[in-house]
T-cell receptor
Framework: GAVVSQHPSRVICKSGTSVKIECRSLDFQATTMFWYRQFPKQSLMLMATSNEGSKATYEQGVEKDKFLINHASLTLSTLTVTSAHPEDSSFYIC??????????????FGAGSRLTVL | AQSVTQPDIHITVSEGASLELRCNYS??????LFWYVQSPGQGLQLLLK??????LVQGIKGFEAEFKRSQSSFNLRKPSVHWSDAAEYFC????????????FGTGTRLTIIP
């Protein structure tokens, strides 16, 4: 079945530094990838929708300059948390839709990335 | 705007007992409905989905869910839970073709007692 790899699974960084999280579709091409943020014991909040070759669409309240999303190929999207601060500490999860099944609305989720900002 | 309500934050059941997790949705048209399971520190795994047709859908791990349009509900059930079912369960609603954005409920944490 479809597999989405997310890397790193855990990252600890100092306040003020930038962190990049990768989301790869391993055995399919993803026209669209979604980035979610999950606070402890809470639901997933959609941050942005990433389309290959175009700018990401951010949800209301999500800072575009803070959370840079790049979807340079059909198998890779990256989320860069710039100038990270402790309040950015969270669990970030990506999901991808198989290009071959567009319209079927079936997403495959990565295992998530735990970001801790000291 | 679409929304999902999972009224139960935490449910505890005995191993072998039956389970029902509630989910109510709000959507302007016929929705796509999903149940996902998340183990601690992990991503989400799709349990089952409803797009159309038979309103009782079967999923993996012995789970099933029933779509009831009149009640705007999509409750998840399992006749006999196993200790390995302990996890967080999320109901989600999405649009039809061209709108793959999912809205998740707040989740229900399931604890299994021996």
């Amino acid at each position: 079945g479809a597999v989405v790899s997310q890397h790193p699974s855990r990252v600890i960084c100092k306040s003020g530094t930038s962190v990049k999280i990768e989301c790869r579709s391993l055995d399919f091409q993803a026209t669209t990838m979604f980035w979610y943020r999950q606070f402890p014991k809470q639901s997933l909040m959609l941050m942005a929708t990433s389309n290959e070759g175009s700018k990401a669409t951010y949800e209301q309240g999500v800072e575009k300059d803070k959370f840079l999303i790049n979807h340079a190929s059909l198998t890779l999207s990256t989320l860069t948390v710039t100038s990270a601060h402790p309040e950015d500490s969270s669990f970030y999860i990506c999901s991808a839709q198989d290009r071959a099944s567009s319209g079927a609305n079936v997403l495959t989720f990565g295992a998530g990335s735990r970001l801790t900002v000291l | 705007a679409q929304s999902v309500t999972q009224p139960d934050i935490h449910i505890t059941v005995s191993e072998g007992a039956s389970l029902e997790l509630r989910c109510n949705y709000s959507y302007g048209a016929t929705p796509y409905l999903f149940w996902y399971v998340q183990s601690p520190g992990q991503g989400l795994q799709l349990l089952l989905k409803y797009f159309s047709g038979d309103t009782l859908v079967q999923g993996i791990k012995g789970f099933e869910a029933e779509f009831k349009r009149s009640q705007s509900s999509f409750n998840l059930r399992k006749p006999s839970v196993h200790w390995s079912d302990a996890a967080e369960y999320f109901c989600a609603v999405g649009g039809r073709i061209g709108n793959e954005k999912l809205t998740f409920g707040t989740g229900t944490r399931l604890t299994i007692i021996p």
